[in-house]
């Protein structure tokens, strides 16, 4: 990865720095370890945090260079570290003001999960309606977090939103969808056609089972 002062070498497995920290895959996985012996009342230090924050940065580099190759399913991958490292930061912080400097980038890293998890359905050949629902429910979840910051409001107005809408319009236009299954379920329970939303829930059942290769 090219940096303004130079090149960043990152591995592709495990941390992107190649270590082991404690002798862990990830600092993530020695401070969950941590919380075995010391509780659920574990506190992070200051040298703690100086690590988990060591740890965001590299991940983000590597979700970035994910992204510009195209490796969705890698990108995932890493955001979902990352997220896990969030949620764990929220519980065993030290300090609410070094928390928010890391909350205020949820939004962002669960807009790169969710276009790439969307992206990789596509590659996985499981049909452009699969890769908007990924993205729904992502916007779902999105909302849901803008709602408990109590800032809901601004959620269809966020730039983040309206990429993530513009990609699924695009995905819609380019492929030629409809309305997918989900969409028309939620139209048919709005509508109150039980019937119809019952038909629909058996198709979407159908298609799971498929797509885990059992009947």
């Given at each position: 990865m090219r940096i303004d002062m130079g090149v960043l070498q990152l591995e592709t497995k495990g941390r992107p720095d190649g270590a082991m920290p404690e002798g862990s895959e990830?600092?993530?996985?020695?401070?969950?370890?941590?919380?075995?012996?010391?509780?659920?009342?574990?506190?992070?230090?200051?040298?703690?945090?100086?690590?988990v924050d060591r740890e965001f940065v590299q991940f983000y580099h590597r979700r970035i260079c994910w992204l510009q190759l195209n490796r969705f399913d890698r990108a995932v991958q890493d955001a979902d570290h990352t997220l896990g490292l969030m949620d764990f930061c929220q519980v065993h912080s030290p300090d609410e003001q070094w928390t928010t400097s890391h909350e205020q980038y949820r939004p962002f890293v669960m807009f790169h999960r969710i276009q790439a998890s969307a992206l990789s359905k596509l590659e996985e050949n499981t049909g452009p309606e699969t890769a908007i629902e990924e993205i729904n429910n992502g916007l779902e979840k999105m909302q849901e977090l803008f709602e408990e910051l109590g800032v809901e409001e601004q959620f269809e107005e966020d730039e983040l939103t309206k990429r993530l809408i513009e990609l699924r319009e695009d995905l819609r236009e380019k492929f030629e969808v409809g309305r997918t299954l989900e969409e028309q379920l939620a139209d048919a329970v709005e509508s109150e056609q039980y019937e119809l939303a019952a038909e629909l829930r058996d198709k979407l059942a159908r298609r799971f089972r498929e797509s885990k290769g059992t009947h």
């Open positions: 990830t600092y993530l996985d020695h401070l969950v370890g941590l919380t075995f012996h010391e509780g659920d009342d574990f506190v992070m230090n200051e040298e703690q945090c100086y690590e």
